[in-house]
C-alpha cells in the first residue's frame, strides 16, 4: 500500500517562491514514477513534472522550465521524500498540487494523471499578482 502526503503549500506573492514536498512510503524497491499534478478550479489536471527512480530522470511542463525543480532522494527505500522547487511564482501556477506514483515503470514523456496509481490528498499553492 503506497502512501503520499504532500505539504508546503501556500499563499505568496507573484514571483515568490515555494517547495512542496511529498513524503511517499510503501514504495517498492524498484522502478517507479513519481510526479507532480496541479488542478486548478474549471480546469483539468495537468502534469507539472515527474521523475524517475532509478536514474532520477527528469520531466518538466514547458510552462514551468526554468522555474520549477523536481528532485528526491535517491537511496533505495521504501520511504522517501520529493520535492517540488517553485521559483518565480506567477497567479497561473495557481492550483491544487498533488503527488502521485506510478509503479514498474519509469517515467516517460509528458504524464498522464491515468498513468498514476497513487495519489495524494494535495496541498493548495496560491500566487496573488
Known amino acids: 500500500q503506497v502512501n503520499l502526503v504532500e505539504s508546503g503549500g501556500g499563499s505568496v506573492q507573484a514571483g515568490g517562491s515555494l517547495t512542496l514536498s511529498c513524503e511517499a512510503s510503501?514504495?517498492?524497491?524498484?522502478?517507479?514514477?513519481l510526479g507532480w499534478f496541479r488542478q486548478a478550479p474549471g480546469k483539468e489536471r495537468e502534469g507539472v513534472a515527474t521523475?524517475?527512480?532509478?536514474?532520477?530522470?527528469?520531466?518538466?511542463?514547458e510552462s514551468v522550465k526554468g522555474r520549477f525543480t523536481i528532485s528526491q532522494d535517491e537511496a533505495p527505500s521504501s520511504m522517501k521524500m520529493m520535492y517540488l522547487r517553485m521559483n518565480h511564482l506567477k497567479p497561473e501556477d495557481t492550483a491544487k498540487y498533488y503527488c502521485?506514483?506510478?509503479?514498474?515503470?519509469?517515467?516517460?514523456?509528458?504524464?498522464?494523471?491515468?498513468?498514476?496509481?497513487?495519489w495524494g490528498q494535495g496541498t493548495q499553492a496560491t500566487v496573488s499578482s
Open positions: 510503501g514504495l517498492p524497491i524498484s522502478k517507479h514514477c
Open positions: 502521485a506514483a506510478a509503479l514498474g515503470r519509469l517515467c516517460s514523456g509528458g504524464p498522464q494523471a491515468n498513468e498514476f496509481s497513487w
Open positions: 521523475i524517475s527512480w532509478p536514474g532520477s530522470r527528469t520531466y518538466l511542463h
